[in-house]
């Protein structure tokens, strides 16, 4: 087990009262000290996703992120090997990268010119001369987070007791791979991203990629700016969509089931929003590599939601970052597919910058009603955070596991299950 | 004659349409703009290609159009609580004359207030001002904020 502080002693709580399972307490969004604690249990212990594999698909590439608050290198070393290193110098501290991404032979300190090799190894030492002979450069090197990756999602944790990723992804392995599917024939690939932060503690947006219950009060206006196609489409609440909790917190949230598997009714007719890119695409594909592209160019119907940083959110990947308690960052980024059709990639981007970053016609409205969770929170400190949602769908989903509505708050009775679990542990 | 456009005319369209949208007045800010003009805000610092980058912001018309839509339509909780602004354009430089066209670069600062908190949110604007049948407008407008590779927080107004 890597954390070896644990700031405030999590037994200090009586967390089977403040997380129930229909209700959580006001306290999980504004209490410093249950921050402290989430960011040794929660981000200390368990995968936390870093990186998508084509953000570093050469030897050398690397990406600087976080894992919970702690910076981090994702580097990819001269074997191909991809590892997450802490971001801090061995001798006194400092980081050693400061770049967002590049291409890396070694990582030199800049305080005092320690140089580390792409797997975090320590290679050199300025006048070395000045340590005495118990100095041994190999108990030196970058710390190495234990790392595993499925179908291009890049994890990490602290904890080298943590069960597999593969066992922790469990049910939610399948929506992966469908999800995957995006890429229309092409690998998927991320193609920028608008980053942002709200004032508000960041289980706000763990709630909300699972909130179908918000989008057409909250995004009317982005629902207004569509033909009428695409607005009956997004129109969801009284489809046939549901919440499945896939257990270890993980959920998902099918909002367009005719929309799960991409490749699957590739005769449908082709939306009239796509049209003209259809008609783009003739000139170089065949009609059936046309309806391929086009079907993944909208994105997928569902919001898998991975606990506790990362969902795969119909068309974008969503990562979150807590900052403080009450200062959480989010990243919306944008997948492209590599080496598709250019006109397929502009869409893709256009229809990203459409609804996501600071200026798009949905997240700005998201943001500005997260805000107003976290400032109402500051009233009535000894209410409750309603989960009760769709609760005669426990029990009803495959395996007898919790399946609601589309519009059900199963899948953040998922999530408040796990973070108590880990809390407790 | 010459077709040259003289500085000093330049920034006063530039000018008025700061003070159109300080004002919110998004009708008139629509009419700024020729029909073929693009209003960017890149994310990359050093982007070339706008159309294979994702950006904030790659309006044409048709997207400025809904975009004012939407933030007059009274259904966007952003728009309707959006921040009060008081924007400054200055330190323009010529780049690039030619007839009926001029490249103008600015510095943008600008102060928003909203809910006791102000903040600054500066940057290097790019004009692209081109005189027509219906007078001098605007054929692209690139801001590059100086934090867009950082997080950048909501905007419920337009830059
Ligand atoms: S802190 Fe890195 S070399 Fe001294
Ligand atoms: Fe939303």
Redesign the pocket.
């Known amino acids: 087990m890597a954390t070896a502080f644990t700031r405030q002693n999590s037994t200090e709580f009586d967390f089977d009262h403040l997380v129930q399972h229909d209700r959580v307490h006001t306290s999980l969004y504004n209490d410093a000290a249950i921050f402290d604690v989430e960011m040794d249990k929660i981000f200390g212990e368990t995968w936390v996703w870093v990186a998508h594999e084509s953000e570093l698909p050469g030897k050398g590439d690397f990406i600087t992120t976080h894992v919970g608050m702690q910076p981090v290198i994702v580097s990819r070393d001269r074997k191909g090997v991809v590892r997450v290193l802490l971001n801090r ?1 061995r ?4 980081t ?1 990268c400061e770049a967002k991404k590049g291409n890396a032979a070694s990582f030199v ?1 800049p ?4 140089g580390y090799a792409q797997d975090g190894s320590l290679r050199g030492v300025p006048m070395a001369d000045g340590y005495d002979a118990s100095f041994n450069k190999s108990e030196y090197g970058l710390i190495n987070l234990r790392t595993e990756s499925y179908n291009g999602l890049i994890f990490a944790t602290h904890n080298d007791d943590a069960p597999s990723l593969d066992d922790f992804l469990g049910k939610a392995k399948p929506w992966i791979d469908l999800f995957m599917k995006q890429g229309g024939g092409y690998p998927v690939s991320t193609g920028g991203e608008h980053k942002f932060r709200f004032p508000g503690n960041w289980k706000i947006q763990l709630e909300n990629t699972t909130d179908a219950y918000h989008f057409p009060v909250v995004h009317k206006s982005f629902l207004n700016s569509l033909d009428s196609q695409a607005e009956e489409l997004f129109s969801f609440l009284d489809g046939d969509g549901y919440v499945e909790d896939l257990g270890n917190g993980h959920s998902v949230m099918v909002m367009i089931p005719e929309l799960v598997d991409l490749d699957a009714n590739l005769d449908d007719p082709i939306p009239d929003r796509f049209e003209e890119l259809a008609e783009e695409l003739r000139k170089e594909h065949s009609e059936e590599e046309v309806r391929r592209i086009v079907r993944a160019v909208g994105g997928t119907g569902f919001n898998l939601n991975l606990f506790p940083n990362i969902a795969c959110s119909m068309a974008f990947f969503r990562a979150l970052r807590p900052i403080s308690v009450e200062e959480t960052e989010i990243r919306h980024i944008a997948i492209t597919m590599e080496g598709g059709p250019e006109a397929a990639n502009q869409m893709r981007l256009r229809l990203h910058e459409h609804f996501q970053g600071p200026m798009g016609f949905g997240s700005t409205d998201d943001a500005e009603a997260w805000e107003r969770v976290q400032r109402g929170s500051q009233a009535g400190p000894d209410l409750w955070i309603m989960l009760n949602r769709g609760l005669d769908g426990d029990g009803n989903g495959p395996g007898g596991s919790n399946r609601g509505d589309v519009s059900a708050e199963t899948g953040m009775r998922a999530a408040y299950g796990e973070w108590k679990r880990m809390m407790q542990a | 004659m010459s077709t040259s456009i003289q500085l000093s005319e330049a920034t006063a369209l530039i000018w008025q349409e700061a003070e159109l949208l300080d004002r919110q007045d998004y009708d008139e800010w629509l009419k700024v703009w020729s029909d073929d003009g693009l209003y960017i805000i890149p994310i990359e610092k050093d982007c070339d290609d706008f159309a294979n980058s994702l950006n904030y912001i790659y309006d044409d018309q048709s997207m400025r159009d809904m975009r004012v839509r939407r933030l007059k339509s009274s259904f966007s909780m952003s728009a309707l609580t959006a921040a009060s602004t008081v924007r400054t354009v200055s330190r323009f430089t010529v780049s690039n004359q030619s007839d009926n066209a001029i490249e103008v670069r600015a510095a943008q600062i600008l102060i928003e207030h909203k809910r006791d908190n102000s903040r600054t949110v500066a940057a290097n604007v790019d004009y692209r001002l081109v005189r027509g049948p219906n007078g001098l407008q605007i054929a692209q407008k690139v801001v590059w904020l100086a934090n867009s590779e950082d997080s950048v927080n909501g905007i419920g107004y337009l830059l």
Do not use: N, T
């Open positions: 110098c001798h006194r501290a400092a050693v300190c305080y005092h010119g320690w």
